[in-house]
Every structure is written in C-alpha cells, then in structure tokens.
C-alpha cells in the first residue's frame, strides 16, 4: 500500500510541474508576442508622425508656390496701372492688387506657420525614433530568453514525462486508471496530503479511524468530500 501511495504522491508532483510547464508554454510567447505588439505601436506611431511631417512639408512649398503666383499678378497688375484710363478702372485694380497682397500675406503667415510646426517637430520625431530603438531593443532581448526559456522547459517536460510514463505503468491499473478520473475531474489534483486531520486541499476534516490507517499506510483511502487519494508524509520518512 505505502509503495502505491509513494507511486501516486510521485504521478502527482510530475503532473504539477508539467501542468506548470504547460503554463510556461503558453505564457511566454503571449509575453513575446505582448513585446512584439508594443513595438509594432511604436513603429506605427513613428510612422504616422512621419507622415504628418511630411504633408506639412509638402503642403508648406505648395504655399510657397502660391506666394510666387500672387506675387507675379501683383506685379503684372501693377505694371498695367498706367494702361488704366479711367477713375473706376483704377480703383477696380487698386483692390485687386490689395486683395492679392492680403492673400499672399496670409498665405506667408500659414507658410511660416508650417515651417515653424516642422521645425519644432524635429525634438518628438527624435523621441518617438528612440522609442522604436527601444522596443526593438526589449524586444529581441525578451524572445531571445523566452526562445531558450521555452525549449529549456520543452526539453524538460519530455523528460517529465517519460519519467511519469515509466511510474504510471507500474501503478496498479485500478489505481492507475482512478487516479487519471481524479485527475481530470478535480482540476489536476487527485492527491491531497493529510495534515493532522484534515484533508489539504478541501479542508475536510477526516474520521480518526481513517487517519490512523492513512498514517499507518495500512489502506488506501480517498477524502470524503473530495474523493481525492489521501496521504501521510511521514509514512514515506517511515519507509526511508
């Protein structure tokens, strides 16, 4: 009975670490993957930004261009003043040479505007660059680890389970197969350790008669309200 019971503690503690490495397995890469999205934001971030710098430069010599073209209507106006022969032809072209001059002077104020935004822009496109590098830099660093974290525990679940194998297959198959029922059942624990009187994992307290016999290792036995296999550390020192 102890050798079932030692045989059982042991399946135990193996589907635990697997079932720990079964989280490793899927929380690493999420951890890569997490890594990988905040750079791809940065990225994004540098690029849209890019972007807007670049329309305010071309939107900024497209403005200077306009500056050019009014400038020259002006000048062209100007030249047939002397042309004009009558009073209200002269006023006429007065205002437009005023509506042009007012139009190239808000389209300088605009263009000015603009080359000071790109100017100024220059320190956050430098930020946001750095940042790029950044996480880059954090994450080739984190799936580097995580890369040879993972096939560190790949390698050694293999070796957990075949040692579980080579266990499981000297386990009494009734046992065995009670255990596999617990396993899937109770959240992947079918063993609980006995502590006083008291089953560990449920806290149910269990009959003196059964405690006696679990500490002995005279008889298997489950919890009453878990069904879970239950036993006695110090009926393993005993053995030893």
């Known amino acids: 009975m102890v050798n079932i019971l030692e045989q059982l503690v042991e399946l135990q503690k193996i589907d635990d670490k697997i079932k720990t490495i079964d989280n490793l397995l899927v929380s690493l890469p999420e951890e890569i ?11 994004e971030e540098f690029a849209t930004f890019q972007k807007e710098i670049e329309a305010k430069k071309k939107s900024r010599l497209q403005k200077e261009k306009e500056v050019e073209d ?17 009073n209200q032809e002269y006023t006429a072209a007065l205002k437009e040479i005023e509506n ?9 104020d605009e263009q000015l505007e603009l080359m000071e935004e790109v100017d100024s822009s220059a320190s956050k496109q430098e930020e946001l660059k750095k940042k790029v590098t950044e ?4 994450f080739s660093k984190i799936k580097s680890e995580n890369d040879a974290r993972i096939a560190e525990v790949k390698s050694e679940k293999d070796a957990l ?6 266990i499981y297959a000297r386990v009494d198959n009734s046992y065995a197969k009670k255990y596999d029922s617990l396993l899937k059942s109770r959240a992947g624990i079918a063993v609980s350790e006995l502590k006083e009187d008291i089953c560990t994992v449920c806290n149910t307290t269990v009959r003196p008669q059964m405690i006696v016999e679990i500490n002995t290792g005279s008889a298997i036995h489950t919890c009453p309200s878990c069904s879970r296999f239950l036993y006695s550390p110090r009926l393993f020192q005993t053995a030893s």
Not at 100 to 107: R, S, Y
């Open 135 to 138: 996480e880059e830099k954090a």
């Open 100 to 108: 042009l001059t007012a139009a190239v002077g808000l389209l300088e």
């Open 161 to 166: 389970i075949a040692s579980r194998n080579d």
């Open 33 to 43: 993957k997490a890594h990988s999205m905040d750079m791809d934001k940065a990225k």
């Open 70 to 86: 009014k400038n020259a209507a002006v000048a062209k106006a100007k030249t047939k003043l002397h042309e004009i022969k009558t």
